[in-house]
């Protein structure tokens, strides 16, 4: 890989010519942008860490392979976690560990669905939400931890899904092609796990639970 000066951050567009030219110091700023995220995705398909890991290098090593090969007709994003979720699947297969991504879980209790709009945000907020302050909630940091923490619990389809949506803020195609769900797949378990979710915040922000709260149930 060629060696150059740093680069002021570039963009999608910059990023794939000079990944295709070798630019390490392109390289190192989509690594240092996309590798923790890439390694808490891979989790959603092998949790041992020496896994996860281990998918993270190899999809690395498949987009330096490849990269001469992306035409562009997705985002380099959406691609990149699209190699990391072959890699990821595959590997949970060699290891004996069958996962359904397209299993909607019908078998949950129902959700609310009329707290969310048509394009997955929330029509009617958690309660008491104008009501967090920074004496409450420092920067809205507590709250944020509170919720990764319950994102953790979550079933890993919904999970996965999330984190692609918002984490990532990837779109609903973008993570429909990358996990091989239906769009109404994605929406039902985007649904569940933000519904799990907002449940876990609604419980932080009650006064008379005082802030202590456990995962999801």
């Known amino acids: 890989m060629k060696r150059h ?3 002021a951050e570039m963009s999608d567009e910059l990023l794939v010519v000079a990944l295709k030219k070798g630019d390490e110091a392109a390289f190192r700023q989509i ?3 996309e590798n923790a995220a890439l390694l808490a995705f891979a989790r959603n398909f ?3 860490s020496a896994a996860a890991e281990e998918a993270v290098q190899d999809t690395w090593v498949a987009v330096i392979g490849g990269i001469g090969r992306f035409e562009g007709r997705s985002t380099l994003r959406s ?3 699209s190699v990391l979720a072959n890699i ?6 060699r290891d004996g560990r069958i996962l359904s991504f ?3 879980g019908f078998n949950d209790p129902a959700v609310d669905p009329d707290r969310f709009s048509g394009d997955g945000t929330w029509l009617s907020p958690p309660g008491r939400w104008s009501e967090i302050n920074p004496e409450r909630i420092v920067g809205g940091r507590q709250l944020f931890a509170h919720a990764m923490v319950v994102m953790e619990e979550l079933p890993p389809n919904q999970r996965a899904v999330v984190q692609l949506r918002d984490i990532e803020g990837l779109s609903a195609p973008d ?3 990358i996990l091989g769900i239906t769009e109404a797949n994605q929406r039902i ?3 569940r796990g933000r519904s799990k979710i907002r449940a876990a915040i609604e419980v932080l922000m009650d006064p008379d639970s005082g802030g202590q709260v456990g995962p999801a149930k």
Do not use: Q
């Not at 990821?88 to 297969?93: D, H, L, N, Q, Y």
């Open 5 to 7: 000066k740093p680069n």
């Open 31 to 33: 690594f240092a942008r």
């Open 46 to 48: 092998v949790r041992e």
């Open 79 to 81: 691609w990149i976690f």
């Open 88 to 93: 990821a699947r595959t590997k949970a297969k």
């Open 102 to 104: 397209s299993d909607m």
């Open 175 to 177: 993570a429909c092609d």
């Open 189 to 191: 378990l985007l649904h």
